[in-house]
């Protein structure tokens, strides 16, 4: 057979093809294979040569973010590390905390930045993040639908030529909580924080200080965005407007959040534009508007069809340069102001408490308006203008007037002393010879009180549970009463327990001291050991609640030999027989040895 037809048949390059793959797999070792990205890699900038050689130590953070594997997690270790980290989606990155793991990013860009959709699973946990410089997000730029979570963490001292000094939510709603915004600044909008179009994070108990922008000094939020704001502190920020917070076609959900000593030449506390937000169990409190030319709204700035809903909020030492030192409506503004507090705020002009511009009706009902100041020449100190929309409220004590431009009494307002508990340290609780108990009505009136007690209580004790006026339900403290049956007996002792406060109670909850509860009105207890035990009952109605407690009320005791009964074991009876017989003793022995020695 010719070489040229050897060639030509299949089963020869068959058999050359076989020949290649037997000496490839030979040239592989045995038990050899592709090495996979590790889960879990640590990070520390200043540790001995030789901890590097472990192939999941390194010395950078984005040399880490790019080793491990998603999901993972990178530990970082206390140190400054002077970088700029772009985060992986199901990564965590956890620093040693805040105190002690900064990333510096130089001046330049963003410090941290998330894009791509980074999800829930993604997380950034116990650093400072600082020296950012970017045009958008100096310390952090969150875009393209991300939705990480941020804890534990401090921004401070970043910039931005734009928006987001601090943090720059771009499409993104990440969960932010236990962080710290602090002297960033931006020279447009969100000094400390800015959300932009359909950014939507949710904020818990995070402290906002010292930032600064040209609108939203704290946190701006434009262009429907809504973030959710809760127990949150925005103090000492500073902008032309909004001093804490500016809303701009957004509507934000803020609650029980303090706004104090922050300043704008518009809007000390809050700025809303073509916005809405609900604003519920809030204080506002020592703000200021600065301006000489609209210097509107030291608590809060209402325009151009901005139509808040605010409820048990307390407004008070807010000043305004012009108009409106608690709250400022204007271009039909029509917000609803529920069981709010206006206290001690002032105006140089109109409206001590609120001002009422053009076209704007606000529904002002349950609330109490007082000792708030306007300028001398003019009208208004509790309130200005806004029709006869007001009702339902005590509004007393206002300079020069209570009421001024269009603004009138209402049909069931009242004009006296609310008597707080201590107005100049911010406690407007009422007390309970206060007027305003039970003088509110219930329409629309919330389910709570910005203590998150129920409403209505009947707290005139009339048999009608009404709403008071105030951001505070008066709690009238009821008289308790109970018995035991028996309360003494050996053990096991079963003790028959009875409710005798008079009145309809919803609610009883017993504490029957050997760790035993009970929410039955009229409960039986079975004691296993000897006591004494202390006895409480705490009730609870629409009448108030009250709580009684009996201190060793309970004594159950361990049945002696025979049947014969001892509250306590015969030993702890006899001890002191025995303990006297001893010492008769020891004296005895001593004279002996003491004539023996003569």
Not at 35 to 42: D, K, L, Q, R, Y
Not at 415 to 438: E, R, T, W, Y
């Amino acid at each position: 057979m010719s070489r040229t037809k050897l060639f030509a048949r299949p089963i020869y390059w068959l058999l050359i093809l076989a020949l290649v793959l037997s000496l490839a797999l030979a040239a592989v070792p045995v038990g050899s294979k592709v090495s996979a990205a590790p889960s879990e890699v640590w990070v520390d900038d200043d540790a001995p040569a030789g901890w590097y050689a472990d192939p999941t130590h390194f010395d950078k953070i984005k040399d880490a973010l790019n080793a491990v594997a998603a999901p993972g997690t990178v530990h970082v270790a206390s140190g400054t590390y002077e970088e700029n980290i772009t985060l992986k989606d199901k990564v965590q990155v956890l620093g040693a905390g805040a105190d002690t793991t900064t990333i510096n990013g130089g001046g330049t860009d963003s410090v941290v930045k998330a894009s791509g959709g980074v999800g829930a699973s993604t997380k950034l946990d116990g650093f400072t993040i600082t020296n950012g410089n970017a045009d958008y997000g100096g310390g952090m730029r969150i875009t393209s639908v991300s939705s990480l979570v941020i804890s534990n963490c401090k921004f401070v001292g970043n910039s931005a030529v734009m928006e987001g000094g601090g943090m720059y939510n771009y499409e993104s709603s990440p969960k932010v909580t236990d962080c710290d915004f602090s002297n960033n600044s931006a020279i447009y909008g969100g000094g400390g924080m800015a959300n932009r179009y359909d950014s939507s994070p949710a904020v818990t108990d995070c402290f906002f200080s010292g930032n600064s922008a040209d609108e939203g000094g704290g946190m701006a939020n434009r262009y429907d965005s809504s973030p959710a704001v809760t127990d949150c502190v925005f103090s000492g920020n500073s902008a032309d407007k909004g001093g804490g917070m500016y809303n701009d076609e957004s509507s934000p959900k803020v609650t029980d959040c303090f706004f104090s000593g922050n300043s704008a030449n518009g809007a000390g506390g809050m700025y809303n534009f073509r916005s809405s937000p609900s604003v519920t169990g809030c204080v506002f409190d020592d703000n200021s508007a600065t301006s000489t030319i609209y210097g509107h709204g030291g608590g809060m700035f209402n325009c151009w069809s901005s139509s808040p809903t605010v409820t048990n909020c307390n407004f008070s030492n807010n000043l305004a340069e012009w108009t409106g030192g608690g709250m400022y409506n204007y271009m039909e503004c029509s917000p609803t102001v529920t069981n709010c507090v206006f206290h001690a705020n002032s105006a140089i002009r109109e409206g001590g408490g609120m001002y009422n511009g053009y076209q704007c009706s606000p529904t002002v009902t349950n609330c109490i308006v007082t000792s708030n100041t306007a300028g001398a020449s003019y009208y208004g100190g509790g309130l200005y203008g806004g029709g006869d929309a007001i009702d339902y409220s005590d509004v007393w004590n206002n300079s020069p007037k209570n009421y001024g431009g269009s603004c009138s009494q209402g049909l069931h307002d009242i004009s006296v002393n609310p008597m707080f508990v201590n107005p100049s340290a911010q406690d407007f609780h009422l007390m309970s010879d206060s007027p305003c108990i039970d003088a509110g009505t219930n329409d629309g009136a919330p389910a709570e009180d910005k203590d998150g007690e129920p409403r209505p209580i009947d707290g005139d004790w009339d048999g009608t549970a009404t709403t008071d006026m105030g951001a505070y339900e008066y709690i009238p403290v009821l008289p308790v009463e109970f018995s035991a049956t028996p309360t003494m007996g050996p053990t096991p002792l079963e003790v028959q327990f009875t409710d005798e406060t008079p009145g309809d109670f919803s609610s009883w909850s017993w504490d029957f001291g050997d760790g035993g509860t009970s929410s039955e009105q009229n409960p039986t207890h079975t004691y296993d050991r000897t006591g004494p035990f202390t006895v409480s009952l705490s009730i609870s109605s629409l009448s108030g609640r009250g709580t009684e407690t009996k201190v060793d009320y309970i004594w159950p005791y361990t049945q002696g030999v025979g049947g014969e009964a001892y509250p306590v074991s015969r030993l702890a009876i006899l001890a002191p027989w025995f303990a006297l017989a001893a010492l008769l003793l020891g004296a005895t022995g001593w004279l002996v040895l003491r004539r023996r020695r003569a």
